[in-house]
């Protein structure tokens, strides 16, 4: 690959592990050299490599295990772009997968201050609760909890276990319209990454969600894990002239 001078070198060598891995050359599980030999494979610095190294685990493209070595991370079965409002039952249909639930709990719950103010609720207003392990081919794919006001769907709402837009709709004549997303990234959990079969080393992708309904008003604040090893998000950002 032919150098451009004007682009930063640790760019330079994110193209060539990312090369290397697209021809096959590198492998999913395969773990990369030391980074002296690394480093003088590609001749770069030490410091540039690392640089690289840092951008690409922020992209789950390699996973550095403490003790162990860098190793090129699986290829993520499922992707999306952040910014399709999507239910995670298409989701996983898109990728020809089964979707499936497992219910934890569903029922009314004193809200947690991140609760109202995200939710925009009164001192005493409590939420409907629900959390699920949604799964794909009977795979644990995605922990879900999902909040809404207590107020608007009373606590005998019966929703449907595949979709809560959808149930939304259907049993509370409530559309949502839009999403605030944010996404964050965590390691090991306790309890999330047991139920989520997800290895000790392999990090979490969160996707916090604020859904409105028409009228601008906040009506689902949903938190769902994602094994990073199954799932990938993109960006589409469009330049403006």
């Known amino acids: ?58 992209e789950n493209v390699i996973i550095r295990r403490h003790g162990i070595g860098t190793f090129i991370n699986k290829k993520p079965v499922f992707s999306g772009g952040i910014e399709e409002l999507f239910s995670i039952t298409d989701f996983i249909k898109r990728e020809g997968k089964e979707p499936g639930t497992e219910l934890l709990f569903h029922g009314a719950k004193q809200a947690l201050s991140e609760d109202k103010m995200e939710l925009q609720l009164s ?14 081919d009977s795979e644990p794919l995605v922990y879900c909890i999902d909040k809404i006001p207590l107020s608007l769907v009373g606590e005998d709402f019966h929703f449907n276990q595949q979709s809560m837009l959808q149930s939304l709709q259907e049993e509370k004549g409530i ?38 309904d028409l009228h601008d008003k906040p009506i689902l604040y949903s938190i769902n894990f994602f094994r990073s090893d199954q799932v990938s998000f993109s960006v589409f950002r469009k330049r403006l002239f």
Do not use: C, W
């Open 123 to 136: 001192t005493d207003e409590n939420v409907y609760l629900v959390k699920r392990v949604r799964t794909a």
């Open 175 to 212: 559309t949502i319209s839009y999403a605030k997303a944010e996404i964050k990234t965590i390691g090991y959990h306790d309890e999330i990454s047991k139920i989520l079969n997800s290895d000790k080393n392999q990090p979490l992708l969160i996707l916090k969600q604020i859904h409105y």
């Open 1 to 58: 690959m032919a150098f451009d001078y004007q682009t930063p070198r640790y760019i330079y060598v994110i193209e060539q592990i990312k090369t290397k891995i697209n021809e096959g050359e590198l492998e999913a599980g395969e773990r990369l050299p030391s980074e002296m030999e690394l480093a003088k494979q590609l001749n770069v610095s030490r410091n540039t490599l690392r640089e690289a190294l840092r951008i690409l685990e922020e």
